[in-house]
């Protein structure tokens, strides 16, 4: 649709706990979710106006992961990420992706928030961004032990065998 | 990756919510044809409330991950709302007529569409993870497969032949809604999935098989009542209207089938008859010029391989018709006893005419298509070559050449001098016997040149290098050397002028030498020569030889002019006499009475000679020398004297010979063809060492270009080339030639 036109309108984008965050329709649209919502409306151009989108719910991402995604989303339509190449061409994210982006994940890793940041990308379908996530996860658990990984994400302890089984088993597509 | 806090969703409970907030209401506004949506069919809140659902269902740990039955959810409801509400309502309309089921198949394929779209959107998380790892159809594939399944399979019998009907009411000429068919259509093109196969499988195929019905039809009917060009604009029509069809509403890729198919049935199939149809066929329609019917007939059949040759067959037919025709003219104008002269220009005009014109009609009627070309071609050379009476036609195109070349015939401007040689010369190249003309243009030529009668030396360059082109150098080599040789002649006069200056003999005289073997050969009678003249020929003589010692000069008497002054009466006259009647005049010079017997002593020529140039001086339009008696021919007893009373108004007179050469030696073309065989079968045989006695033959008669020996006279030529040892037979196959180093 008309993705090359930038579309400053505004939207409000509301976390699960009601704080609101204002953002133009263009840098929301990095989210697919927002995305598949706004063109519904595009579509329907021609009908009333009243029926514009005025805010959106953002049902299960909560306002501090809310707070990175729009900071993510403002950056990107300034300076789109590179491409995160796979294989991966180096084991430092600041090799991989621009200073930004490196900072900012580092950032949010401090901050405790990388595995709700994974969840919400994957919940509002912002593909660089669930990217850029786990290349994170996978260059901080490199080289390290089952138990380093569980305290550094602070994990619950070992699985039982059935737990384990069951992984296995919903994840046979990853071997 | 369930978050900490969020209870555990059942698929029952989960499944109830996305039945009533979402499916149901979606099949609600399907059924009542979108009545009461206003905008949105969902609202923003409606629709990520199901998508969260669906993602919280997928991304349950198990047991509780849902994705597999939420995907099969997905398509049984698809097809549960397609079995049960969309397929019962085609099928009752498609007992009420052919327009009804298509309007009703275009609104539930339109409303599957938006089913689909909405069923995508909903169930989006399944697409991204749980249809990707197990390699499934997308969400949107499955739609469309339930639809192709469920109803289209069903349905498609009584919906191509909906369409079908639809198009041969078209075709009659009736408004149909082409919106209707289009939309339907696409439902063909769309539910491939990518491919066309279903379109072309299960309308193009029918259409087109319906198509050769319907047009089978109109041929019988056209073909009784119809004349050829009515026919045709039918035809042309007809396969306008298809074409705009399948751009109006038919895949792009069914443009050629559908026009071939109105092509076989409506051209290729009723050709011959068309072409042929009495009163109105390709050959009547020549005859009467009909420049637009032509046109279109050459346009329409070039549609179909091959489908030019009837025509061009009929062109060449028609053309060759004309063509003999004007042989035929020819030939009762002879019969009913009219003198033949090669000079007649009549025949000559009329075939140029006659090229002219169907050159001009094969360029504009047939777009110059090479095929017709030849068809031209092959007419010409069947009836260019028809020789009829006692000269040649390649003669009479020689002699018109001449004609216009020569001062004093046509009158003509530069430009169409040059129009007119080169129209000439594309008949001249139908010619099979080219050799011959080559040698009478040659005569003439020299004839021409030497008797400055040639209009323009440009003109002349211009001709032989036409010939040139047409034939290659060696065939106009010897014209050149003509050419040259009178230039070489001009440069050389001034410089022979200077010299005669420095001697005694005040007269004007001046020599043209010619390369023997460029020119024709002539007659050149041993003739006693007055001093006057030998002395200047003497001088000339010494001249020439100092510069070009290598040299041998002879001669030729007969090619001479001179200008002799003459007293008749009180009046002085400048005869202008070729060299011969000067030296005959001469000797009757004083008033003396000579008889023929005494002349020809004196001049010591032979009757051949002398009998033509006595009757040029005593029995022309200028008698200035009386002959007894008198009569209009020349006899051994005759005596002649001066003719004392002659007088005229102009003070110059020309008093031409006639000549004693033929325009062209017919031996010496045989001598050279002769050679040319020779040579011929000499080089193939050199190259092939051994060859069957046809394939010699063929390779022969192929390498020929300026004339065409019967296998009689190369047979001929093979035996004398046997004789001179250059071949010899095989001694195990008397059809074997082997050539001998």
Known sequence: MNEEIDDNREVTLISNDCQQFNITIKEAKISKLI??????????????CEDEVKTINIIKVSGDVLQYIVEYAKNYVLEAMDEIESPLKSVKVDEIVQPWYAEFIQKVYADGKLFQLVTAANYMNIQELLQLACLKVATTIKGKSQEQIREIFGLSPELTAEERKQIEEENKWVR | MTEAGS????????WEEIQTKAIDKLESILDDGFKNVKGRMFGNEDYIQVYTLCYD???????????????????????????????????????????????????????HQVMNKWMTKFFNYLDRFYVKHHS?????????????????EEIKPEATSAIIALIDEERDGNMIDKTLIKTNIELYENIGMGNLESYTNDLEQPLLDATRDYYAKKRELWIVHDSTPEYLIKAEKALQDEKDRVHDYLNPLSENKLLKVVEEEVLEKAETILLEKEGSGCYVLLSNDKSADLQRMCRLFSRLDNGLDPIAAIVKKFICDMGMEIVQQRQSRLEAGEKDKNDDPTFVKALL???????????????????????????????????????????????????????????????????????????????T??????????????????????????AEKVMISKLKMQCGTHFTSKMEGMISDLAVGADSKGEFDEHMKSTDVKMDFSVQVLTTGFWPTYKSPEINIPDQMSTCMDIFKTWHDQRHQQRKLT??????????????????????????????????????????EELKQELNLDDSVLKPLMHSLSCGKYKVISKSPASNKINSTDSFVANAKFSSNTRKIRIPMASLDATHNAKKVDEDRNYAIEASIVRTMKARKTLKHQQLVAEVLSQLAFFKPNPRAIKKRIESLIDREYLERSADDSQLYNYLA
């Open chain 2, 136 to 152: 499934l159809q997308t969400l949107s594939q499955a739609g469309l497969r339930h639809f192709k399944q469920n109803i289209y």
């Open chain 2, 353 to 431: 005419a006659l090229h002219e014109k169907y050159l001009g009609v094969i360029k504009s009627d047939f777009s110059g298509h090479s095929i017709f070309q030849k068809a031209l071609k092959d007419a010409f050379v069947e009836f260019v070559n028809k020789n009829v009476g006692q000269y040649k036609n390649t003669e009479f195109m020689s002699t018109y050449c001449d004609r216009i070349l020569k001062s004093g015939g046509e009158k003509l401007s530069e430009k169409e001098v040059e129009e007119t040689l080169e129209k000439v010369v594309q008949l001249f190249s139908y010619l």
């Open chain 2, 7 to 14: 209870e555990i969703i059942t698929f029952e409970r989960g």
């Open chain 2, 555 to 596: 001669w030729v008497f007969s090619l001479g002019n001179a200008t002799v002054r003459a007293n008749f009466g009180k009046k002085t006259y400048d005869l202008n006499v070729t060299s011969l009647q000067a030296i005959a005049l001469n000797l009757m010079n004083g008033g003396k009475k000579k008889t023929y």
């Open chain 1, 35 to 48: 995305r598949e919502i706004i063109e519904e409306e595009e579509e329907d151009d021609d009908s009333d």
């Open chain 2, 433 to 458: 016997e080219k050799d011959v003309f080559a040698e009478i243009y040659r005569n003439q030529l020299a004839k021409r040149l030497l008797n400055g009668r040639s209009a323009s030396s440009d």
């Open chain 2, 57 to 111: 269902m997928c991304t349950q740990r198990s047991p509780y991950n849902h994705s597999r039955e939420l995907y099969q959810r997905h398509g049984e409801t698809i097809e549960a709302y397609l079995t049960a509400k969309v397929l019962p309502a085609l099928r009752a309309r498609a007992s009420q007529g052919g327009t009804i089921l298509l309007n009703e198949l275009q609104k539930r394929w339109a409303n």
